[in-house]
């Protein structure tokens, strides 16, 4: 089946950076728009970023400017750079998989910003 794995969570200081990865298995990638979503406790999930193929992007207002997604359509690679953390965006992380027929979701991954 679908595989979406995560890595690259961590506990940063307010200010740092994390870099999250997500690979994809046994998907037609190009056919997937690809995003990052986060719940902090007690919230619900919410969208940070999303990439089509052609790399149209979109980002929740809250990381603008601080936050990248890219993907790499060969190697089937999903990134979300974060820069400039602040312990709002602290929260389980998942890797999202979107098309016209279906949607899968990773397993997810801790960030945790705190000083």
């Known amino acids: 089946q679908v595989q979406l794995v995560e890595s690259g969570g961590g506990f940063v200081q307010p200010g740092g950076s994390l870099r999250l990865s997500c690979a994809a298995s046994r998907i037609t990638f190009n056919m997937y728009v690809m995003g990052w979503f986060r719940q902090a406790p007690g919230k619900q999930r919410e969208l940070v970023a999303s990439?089509?193929?052609?790399?149209?992007?979109n980002y929740a207002d809250s990381v603008k400017g601080r936050f990248t997604i890219s993907r790499d359509n060969a190697q089937n690679t999903v990134v979300l750079q974060m820069n400039s953390l602040k312990p709002e965006d602290t929260g389980v992380y998942y890797c999202?998989?979107?098309?016209?027929?279906?949607?899968?979701w990773g397993q997810g991954t801790q960030v945790t910003v705190s000083s």
């Open positions: 999202n998989a979107r098309s016209a027929t279906a949607n899968y």
């Open positions: 990439i089509t193929y052609s790399r149209n992007t």
